[in-house]
């Protein structure tokens, strides 16, 4: 379980630094009882939720092309970060239970090497 809280801190700390590189942020989304991280991008160093973006755009206020190419990247992060989060599910799950062949394997050997009460 230790290995996957560092595996868990370390993707967070790359993972915010990659979506910086980007023009992006993490902004932390509360849906229901779980938090979310979300990916906006940073509209003069502020994060902005796409959909007010978009709005912008509408309005004139901010270019289109610009929007249409931040909406690509923001796609592909949120892609990315789904997978990540995919895997450190299944991490935690191996962490959290042994596998059955791991378990058979130590209830056979049990017997034979722990004197018996």
């Not at 993707?11 to 979310?36: H, P, S, W, Y």
């Not at 990540?84 to 034979?112: G, N, V």
């Amino acid at each position: 379980m230790i290995e996957y809280e560092k595996k868990g801190k370390s993707f967070f700390k790359d993972l915010d630094k990659k979506v910086r590189e980007e023009g992006f942020a993490l902004v932390d989304i509360q849906m229901g009882q779980i938090k979310r991280p979300e990916v906006m991008p940073l509209v003069d160093g502020n994060p902005t939720h796409i959909d007010q973006l978009e709005g912008m755009v509408e309005k004139g206020r901010f270019p289109k092309e610009e929007f249409e190419v931040l909406k690509e990247k923001q796609a592909k992060l949120r892609e990315d970060i789904d997978q990540i989060f995919l895997e450190l599910r299944t991490s935690r799950r191996m962490c959290s239970r042994p596998s059955r062949k791991w378990t058979d394997s130590c209830s056979r050997r049990w017997p034979r090497t722990c004197p018996r009460p």
